[in-house]
């Protein structure tokens, strides 16, 4: 397997040659820079040391087309160097920002992975992504992240066949941190090359298994893929896709054994092994070009990912399909617009997120984006600066007593540190101190504080925690354990008033007689006092009760007429009841009437009249000599702004509906009873009842036509 970069042929030995080779490009400030730290390299370089040779590292560097203080800190970065040179003369040689860059190199160095493994839980992968987050925010020029990278690649070329103990230790470790370390900043060619090395080291037999098994057949593969993106090639332009481009896309062994070992198949059998790519000019020709590629070979339908309309969670964007091509052999076939493809090879590492398993984010997205820039714009100091800035404007990382690793939000304090930890420790939590010494509740935490909290024997928040603007949290999570404590110390008030309001809705609905153990069960609570306890809070409804009774008490000369709100007198109220006055209403909840519909009333035996929609199902089923108690009546004056309707929405699962779904109906300033979701896998489809209340039918369409136009969305229809 070639990699993108190793000293085997480089002259090391020729300071001459060298000299040439780093300064190709450089004024002659930079060039003069260079000698200097060239002349400090070969004045040691034969002395032993523990790193990687550092000119080794500055020509790797210089192939990524690195900047001059990036080389210098490189060369100057090994321990020898460091021993040597004293802060001063470092300073007079090389000035003040590349002093603090090789600062930075020297501590990434020094720092043991292993050493911070053993203080905390390395082994979870939590773990270890807060500790190469934490990195990333300490560091402060992240150049010198980049230099540790290289590095370790050159140390693991120099361990590869090698019988040194360490090599294991050290290829676990990057692959553990390194690897999606540099995944993170967008190096993708770098992450393909130490996993591999780290691959080769840790399973040298797979590794030349897989490295044989294509080598024998890499003449062949690179015949087939050439006739295969011929012809798709020429497809394409007999279908007028005249902006597309098509090309061959190679895989790395790593990634060809994670996926052999995924689906538990022999490099033989994997589909991407033969692997194309499209890229085109719009998104339309995206699926133009997907239904070309279907139409002319076999598509194999569990390969098929739509990342396009449903983009990872690092924002990835792409149409991903296997088809059984020439020949009866299998081809996978990526198709991107040039956007997306410029932003997945600068912006979003490709296959990041089920490859390094975490979560992605736009904050994720510039790093990479300012990271690229850096190797390559001319103006790199402001660059690096601005790209420090981001990096610390997100999150904080602290350490516990035991070394393990805790990501805040920015602005965090030691009590949402507490919290953070376990609930109880910030309930009982009555002091703090940081790095040994004792600090105020609302002190700021920095990035590598140790903290440490000072806790009482029972807990006893204060309700100033919960104020925003005394500054004690940051966190919204820790605000509700403070607020849900409260609530629990709150219990016995809520059951008594959740017991007053309970006694008043049965008095109005005339229901007095009912039975509340049954009422409660019928509500999911086994006690009755927890019953009582939630109403008190406000978690259950005067609208929830209300559909609890209708179950429990219904009328048996007609179906589900009790009334959602308390009955009014007529006449100059919601309801007029023609040539009637003084007559009790209430809305029939079998249909749900809102204003405008067009309605009827229906005389009841002991309830006044029931409205119902003129539609209602009810009402048309009713016998003749019930149509009898039927009597015109229309709106009237003084409607209210809160019917209860319920909508039913069918439409294709994505992620994100409900989201959106959600967010649609907060953005109409709607207040929602109750969402019930159903998904049918077979179907892919997802079905949605939500119970709103509006104030009109107007109200209704608009909102049921903005459900409508939500991506995905099969239909939006009226139930009640």
């Not at 087309?65 to 003369?89: I, K, N, Y």
């Not at 376990?422 to 002091?431: A, E, K």
Request: with cysteine; proline share 3%.
């Amino acid at each position: 397997m070639k990699h993108s970069f190793s000293s085997e042929g480089y002259a090391l030995d020729d300071p001459l040659r060298m000299h040439k080779v780093l300064c190709e490009g450089c004024t002659d400030s930079e060039g003069r820079l260079l000698s200097d730290a060239l002349a400090v390299y070969y004045s040691h370089v034969d002395e032993p040391t523990f790193y990687p040779d550092s000119l080794s590292v500055a020509l790797q560097l210089k192939a990524m087309r690195a900047d001059v203080p990036t080389l210098v800190a490189a060369l100057l970065g090994g321990d020898v160097a460091q021993r040597q040179l004293e802060p001063e003369r470092l300073r007079s040689h090389f000035g003040p920002a590349i002093e603090k860059l090789i600062k930075e190199v020297h501590w990434l160095n020094e720092l043991s992975m292993q050493d911070i493994s053993t203080m905390g839980t390395l082994g979870s992968r939590d773990q270890a992504e807060l500790i190469r987050r934490m990195l990333l925010a300490i560091v402060e020029d992240i150049r010198a992240v980049l230099i540790k990278l290289a590095f370790r690649t050159q140390r693991l070329y120099k361990l590869v066949g090698e019988n040194d103990p360490s090599a294991t230790g050290v290829a676990e470790e990057t692959l553990s941190i390194y690897t999606p370390l540099a995944n993170r900043l967008g190096l993708g060619q770098l992450k393909w090359e130490l996993e591999d090395l780290a691959f080769r080291i840790l399973d040298g037999q797979t590794y030349k298994r897989i490295a044989k098994a294509l080598e024998e057949s890499r003449t062949e593969r690179e015949q087939y893929i050439a006739n295969f993106v011929s012809a798709l090639d020429a497809k394409l332009k007999e279908e007028s896709v005249h902006s597309a481009y098509v090309f061959g896309r190679p895989k790395h062994l790593y990634s060809i054994w994670k996926k052999m070992r995924a689906k538990r198949l022999d490099v033989t059998d994997l589909h991407d092994v033969r692997a194309v790519r499209v890229l085109v000019d719009s998104l339309r020709d995206c699926y133009s070009v997907l239904g070309i590629v279907h139409s002319t070979w076999q598509p194999i339908t569990r390969e098929f990912d739509d990342y396009i309309a449903n983009p990872k969670p690092n924002g990835y964007q792409s149409l991903h399909t296997a088809v059984v091509g020439l020949e009866g052999k299998v081809v996978e076939v990526q198709i991107r617009t040039r956007q997306m493809d410029d932003d997945a090879e600068n912006g979003v590492a490709a296959h990041w997120a089920y490859k390094e398993g975490g979560k992605a984010d736009e904050s994720i997205q510039k790093r990479i984006t300012s990271l690229r820039q850096l190797l390559e714009d001319d103006d790199d100091d402001q660059l690096v600066e601005g790209f420090t800035q981001q990096l610390d404007a997100q999150r904080v990382y602290v350490f516990t007593p035991k070394g393990q690793v805790v990501d805040l939000s920015i602005g965090s304090t030691p009590l949402d540190f507490a919290y953070h930890v376990h609930s109880q420790i910030g309930h009982r939590c009555r002091g703090a101190k940081v790095n040994g010494s004792i600090v105020a509740l609302t002190y700021q935490l920095r990035n590598g504080d140790q903290v440490e909290i000072l806790t009482s024997k029972e807990p006893a928040p204060s309700r100033d925690w919960l104020n925003k603007s005394s500054g004690y949290l940051v966190s919204s999570r820790a605000r509700a354990k403070v607020r849900s404590w409260f609530n629990a110390q709150d219990h016995e008030q809520h059951v008594a008033d959740g017991r007053l309001v309970l006694e008043r809705e049965l008095k109005r609905f005339r229901a007095t007689g009912i039975s509340v153990e049954r009422l409660a069960k019928r509500l999911k609570f086994d006690k009755t006092v927890d019953f009582f306890a939630a109403i008190g809070k406000n978690d259950i409804t005067n609208a929830q009760i209300a559909g609890a009774l209708e179950h429990l008490d219904q009328p048996k000369d007609l179906i589900k007429l009790t009334p959602s709100k308390s009955p009014t007198a007529n006449g100059s109220g919601a309801i007029n009841v023609r040539g009637v006055g003084n007559l009790l209403t209430s809305m029939a909840v079998c249909c749900n009437p809102v204003p405008y519909d067009q309605i009827l009333g229906f005389i009841t035996k002991t309830r006044g009249v029931s409205i119902h929609r003129a539609d209602c199902k009810n009402i048309l089923n009713l016998r003749e000599h019930e149509r009898e108690r039927l009597i015109d009546v229309e709106w009237g004056e003084d409607i209210r702004s809160d019917y209860q309707v319920s909508v039913r929405l069918e439409a294709f699962d994505r992620t994100g509906l409900l989201r959106d779904v959600s967010t649609t109906l907060a953005n109409q300033n709607t207040s929602v009873s109750a969402i019930t979701t159903h998904t049918d896998k077979d179907t892919q489809t997802v079905e949605m009842h939500i119970t709103l209340e509006v104030g009109s039918i107007g109200d209704l369409a608009g909102i049921m036509e903005k459900l409508r136009q939500q991506r995905n969305v099969r239909f939006v229809e009226r139930v009640t």
